[in-house]
């Protein structure tokens, strides 16, 4: 501790033990209060001798044996309170009397005084008493090793029984899939694989939701609600696929994506893919509604041609938010002349904050909440749709179960940890990309990595930030939380894919910002 202390007030704190040796060193110590503790052992005879000490105050502790008769008390010790402690022997002669020039107080010990007893209790009383005290210790010793004991062994006994349960879960699984016959030697997933994907416990801390399961359409149901795909149902081309809008019986709208897959699946390694596609359930996921599947070759076993159904999102995308226009359509963006720019309806930064909460709990959700995670995502402004009140839903997501070639797997139909490292790595890098817009506004994807890569400097300077940063953020964010956006859209970009950030860190530092622009926001109001 600091030689230099002048004061120590620790009374009524329920410490116990000895008192440290280091307090009979402070030499600059003028002031020293530990009563009402639990403190034991002999009493300091330095304490009393320090050079400045004027106070000491070590009543109503469990200090016990003698005070040396020889005791020396330094010149400007004023006050000394060693009362209701089991203190026995003689009181030494510095602190018999009380006088003007010092005050004592030394009852409810066993101590042997002469000219004022002041309560002293008989000197058996005080060894009994310490005995008690020793013993009674002990026995919380003992319990508190008892009970550290306990709890040890029920966590090796949880450890050993959940390391069984999964290393057995582990020998069945390489055990069978060597055994699994591939449906289709060039996907290289089999289809009971991805038909086992199952939930785990993440799921439920990111907020699943509880959709109808998956429908099948038929070819003509589709071709009844999109008019049989005319001009006027169609809306663009997504990340993958033509897409349509059509009108359900029920009067709901829904979104029709058409795929002609590159390679040829049997039906039962499709459905095998659709099946594991239609269990990702998220609020902030499109729902897949259902699916089609159409084109049969000669034998009626395989096709090349996917029809998914969505729900229909209907206030547009994330990038022509950003900017203030109004885009009715989904994942695509209209004719420039159709867009209305205003300055008004683009989002402030708080907003933004919560849309990009939003799309990383669901591209977290992708990662984590089945196994094996969805990687690959299409993370793009583009493909983050709004629903109203501006709550943001991920389209085009898991396309690679569907119209990709999983490359690099192994015989056993295992997709190597390397390579589902690198594919994270790569979601968090576009999602990267979304954060940079997000502060640049569209100009940023316009513009591409080159320009970001040529401007990550500038986010350290507050010029850099006025050129760069778009002027409704910088109107309505306080530094501080831009800060916490900045940095980690930096990490997120970064060229080494090992120095890139977890989603989970991603999601954090984002919901940080968010707590301190709201706590910003109060602020401003009151």
Not at 151 to 177: D, N, P
Not at 257 to 265: E, I
Not at 362 to 367: D, I, Q
């Amino acid at each position: 501790m600091p030689k230099s202390l002048v004061t120590v007030l620790l009374s009524k704190n329920s410490f116990t033990g000895m008192i440290p040796s280091e307090f009979g060193e402070l030499n600059q110590l003028q002031h020293l209060d530990l009563s009402w503790n639990r403190l034991s052992g002999v009493c300091p005879s330095s304490l009393f001798s320090l050079t400045n000490i004027s106070y000491l105050n070590l009543a109503n502790n469990d200090l016990s044996g003698s005070i040396p008769k020889k005791l020396k008390c330094g010149t400007k010790l004023g006050f000394v309170d060693i009362s209701s402690n089991m203190l026995s022997g003689f009181v030494p002669s510095c602190l018999e009397s009380t006088s003007d020039r010092r005050v004592v107080r030394f009852g409810g010990n066993c101590l042997s005084v002469n000219s004022q007893p002041q309560n002293q209790k008989n000197s058996s009383y005080c060894k009994e008493s310490s005995s008690r005290k020793m013993k009674f210790w002990r026995w919380e010793l003992d319990v508190a090793i008892a009970i550290i004991v306990v709890v040890l062994l029920l966590l090796l006994a949880f450890g050993v029984f959940f390391y069984r349960k999964f290393h057995s879960r582990e020998i069945y699984r390489h055990e069978m899939l060597p055994k699994i016959v591939q449906d289709n030697s060039t996907t290289g997933v089999s289809s009971e694989l991805l038909a086992s994907a199952r939930y785990i416990s993440q799921t439920m801390k990111l907020g699943t939701q509880a959709t109808p399961s998956s429908r099948h359409f038929s070819i003509e149901e589709l071709k009844e609600i999109t008019r049989n795909f005319d001009l006027s149902t169609y809306i663009g081309e997504g990340s993958i696929g033509k897409l349509y809008k059509g009108k359900l019986e029920n009067g709901s709208y829904v979104i029709i994506r058409s795929l002609a897959l590159r390679k040829k699946f049997s039906i039962q390694n499709l459905k095998a893919r659709l099946d594991l596609l239609s269990k990702l359930h998220h609020p902030n996921l499109v729902s897949l509604l259902g699916h089609c599947i159409d084109g049969s070759g000669k034998d009626g076993a395989s096709t090349n041609k996917l029809h998914l159904v969505y729900e229909y999102v209907q206030n547009g995308d994330y990038r022509t938010h950003l900017s203030g226009s109004v885009n009715a359509g989904i994942g695509t963006l209209p004719p420039l002349e159709a867009l209305e720019f205003s300055s008004d309806k683009a989002l402030k930064w708080s907003d933004r904050l919560a849309i990009l909460i939003g799309v990383a709990k669901a591209v977290h959700f992708l990662h984590t909440g089945i196994i094996p995670g969805c990687f690959r995502n299409q993370l793009k402004t583009n493909n983050v749709l709004l629903h109203e009140h501006r709550f943001p839903k991920l389209s085009d997501y898991g396309m690679s179960l569907i119209s990709e070639e999983i490359e690099n797997i192994e015989v056993k139909g295992v997709i190597p940890k390397s390579c589902q490292r690198e594919e994270l790595k790569d979601d968090v890098y576009n999602f990267g990309f979304i954060l940079f817009e997000s502060l640049a506004g569209p100009i940023a994807s316009e513009k591409g990595e080159a320009f970001f890569l040529n401007e990550k400097a500038s986010f350290d300077s507050h010029d850099g930030r006025k050129r760069i940063v778009d002027p409704i953020v910088l109107t309505s964010c306080c530094q501080e939380s831009l800060s916490i956006v900045i940095s980690i859209t930096t990490k997120c970009i970064s060229p080494q894919s090992s120095s890139r950030p977890s989603f989970e860190d991603v999601l954090w530092n984002l919901q940080y910002a968010a707590q301190v622009q709201a706590t910003a926001d109060a602020d401003s109001i009151s």
